[in-house]
């Protein structure tokens, strides 16, 4: 068990630009979330997918963002067009999903990707 | 829509002191309740978890936290703190049932500062 890992660790950008961060989850996991943090606040939550299906996304994800987890292993946020007030710190989480709802798993969280928007 | 209020945003405590952080929850529905602790320039990290059952749990850590349905309360305590728990600690719930249960709801965080 490796724990997740979350690729880059820091990123600046300029307003305006692209940027895409990847999260690889603990191996056996079928389910991964993406939350983000900003100063002085708890995370909050983004998207979710149970394998490479995208089950829930937040009103917080505007049209510029987009997830992905092409084969149900490690996942992808992009970031188009990127604001100043996108600078926060992207969270990405996985879970050993059994039967059921996710409600009851144990969320195991990355370290996070660092985004400062210039 | 479910909330959480974590009542205190710093806590200052001496070494070996007892601690208790609040964590009050709003929900229309039955929830699952979490304490989160996060060290500097690291992820989060479970302490504990409450699904159903006895509504006291233990962590790790020597943590322990009890739920108060009738206080909608999720109170963290510990008896005697270290230095090591220097940290942030985020309370949270998902729901129950139904739709949104990835979805983990984080109060804002308690900084606990453990002074020798």
């Known amino acids: 068990d490796t724990g997740v890992s979350q690729n880059p660790r820091h990123k600046i950008t300029k307003r305006g630009q692209n940027v895409t961060f990847r999260c690889d989850p603990i191996?056996?996991?079928?389910?991964l979330y993406w939350y983000r943090q900003t100063l002085g606040q708890g995370p909050e939550f983004l998207t979710y997918?149970?394998?490479?299906?995208?089950?829930?996304k937040s009103r917080l994800l505007s049209d510029r963002f987009s997830a992905e987890r092409p084969k149900g292993s490690f996942s992808t946020l992009e970031i188009q067009r990127t604001e100043q007030g996108d600078s926060a710190m992207y969270l990405c989480?996985?879970?050993?999903?059994?039967?059921?709802?996710?409600?009851?798993?144990?969320?195991?969280f990355g370290p996070g990707t660092r985004l400062t928007v210039l | 829509a479910q909330s959480v209020t974590q009542l205190d945003s710093q806590v200052p405590v001496f070494e070996e002191a007892p601690v208790e952080l609040r964590c009050n929850y709003s929900s229309s529905v039955s929830v699952y309740l979490f304490w989160y602790v996060q060290y500097p320039n690291q992820g989060l990290q479970l302490l504990l978890k409450y699904l159903s059952g006895s509504t006291l749990v233990k962590g790790i850590n020597g943590f322990e936290a009890e739920f108060n349905k009738s206080q909608t309360s999720f109170h963290l305590r510990k008896p005697s703190v270290h230095i090591s728990d220097t940290a942030e600690y985020f309370c949270?719930?998902?729901?129950?049932?139904?739709?949104?249960?990835?979805?983990?709801?984080f109060g804002k965080g308690t900084k606990l500062s453990v002074k020798p």
């Open positions: 191996s056996e996991h079928n389910r």
């Open positions: 989480a996985s879970s050993l999903g059994l039967a059921g709802g996710a409600g009851t798993d144990t969320q195991y």
């Open positions: 949270a719930v998902a729901r129950g049932y139904g739709g949104s249960q990835g979805n983990l709801i």
């Open positions: 997918f149970q394998n490479e299906a995208q089950l829930e």
